[in-house]
């Protein structure tokens, strides 16, 4: 899981630069590049649901009983997490108004990113609850219809505006077949990954024909007449065929120990702390390119908004390690 982990969160990171760059209006070569990147990324929060799901049902203990099982979960995230808002908050937004920053913090709105925080406590509530099914392919094909329908739904037919909370992106809904896939691949590991094996040449293959499947707009040639959130959104059925091809590819692979997976390790372990901050450090870099009349739609930006982002949010992570 450590490499899907780091992978995703330098993703994460590619897709906030990149749709920063996207929204400047860049020249075509760059912004068929950038939409590229923003849209090869997009693997990054259903692979953290995924993970999420596989390691909570691997260690879940149902002796520990309910209220022990939530609050140990809520210690290793809610804490870090009300420290980030108020940071951002003072530092960033400066919005003092009491009443609506603790509605911002409660539903994720202190920053564009912080959504994945209340949507992950969603599913610690349910967990305990929806355990007994997890691993149960029915469930899992249950599972797999709910998110394809709201998805589908949302995505080709729905007029949805952003007042209407049933079709938001914190609604578990949209990310209930990642997080099942995980509990089933967790619950049944060995027969899983003996069956990983055995198609794994397939699956790669699916994989890149996935990529195509993914960059329908830039290779059907509309992705600059087309509403650019529509076209970019996780909500759509090709991220959802993506997204699992590329998590069974990763875990394909045999990972051997040394260098590179010291690396992956570290950034892994701080990915949390990455995740919180990084939209931070991308602002002020936007900022200071702004504020200094630099062009933000290029790919001069682009890359130096990737590695400071990165590396900024990794020296923030081992500082925080001394506090």
């Not at 099914?133 to 995505?155: D, E, P, Q, R």
């Not at 997080?179 to 790669?204: H, M, P, T, V």
Request: net charge positive.
């Amino acid at each position: 899981m450590d490499v899907i982990r780091a992978m995703s969160i330098i993703a994460v990171i590619c897709i906030h630069v990149s749709a920063t760059v996207l929204g400047y209006k860049p020249y075509s070569s760059t912004y068929n590049f950038t939409y590229a990147l923003n849209q090869i990324s997009r693997f990054s929060v259903p692979a953290f649901i995924f993970i999420s799901g596989m390691g909570l049902t691997i260690s879940y203990n149902k002796k520990q009983g309910y209220l022990y099982f939530l609050m140990k979960r809520l210690k290793k995230i809610i804490p870090q997490y009300f420290i980030w808002c108020l940071i951002y908050i003072f530092v960033i937004t400066k919005n003092f108004n009491i009443r609506q920053d603790i509605n911002y913090i409660i539903y994720g709105k202190v920053f564009y990113h912080f959504y994945f925080i209340p949507l992950i406590v969603e599913f610690y509530v349910i967990f305990p609850f929806i355990y007994k099914f997890i691993g149960n392919k029915l469930w899992l094909l249950i599972s797999c219809i709910i998110s394809v329908l709201v998805i589908v739904y949302t995505y080709y037919y729905g007029n949805i505006t952003t007042n209407m909370w049933f079709w938001d992106k914190k609604n578990l809904l949209y990310w209930l077949f990642y997080f099942s896939l995980g509990g089933y691949i967790g619950k049944n590991r060995e027969i899983f990954f003996q069956k990983l094996q055995k198609y794994k040449y397939l699956i790669f293959i699916m994989f890149i024909c996935s990529i195509f499947y993914l960059l329908d707009a830039i290779i059907l040639g509309n992705q600059y007449s087309r509403n650019l959130e529509h076209i970019v959104t996780f909500q759509r059925p090709s991220v959802i065929v993506y997204s699992v091809l590329i998590i069974l590819c990763i875990l394909s692979i045999n990972w051997k120990n040394g260098l590179f997976m010291c690396i992956v390790r570290y950034i892994s372990d701080g990915s949390y702390t990455v995740y919180l901050c990084h939209a931070g450090i991308l602002y002020f870099c936007t900022k200071y390119y702004i504020d200094n009349s630099y062009a933000i739609g290029s790919a001069h930006f682009e890359l130096k908004a990737i590695l400071i982002t990165f590396f900024g949010a990794i020296i923030i992570n081992r500082i925080k390690k001394f506090l």
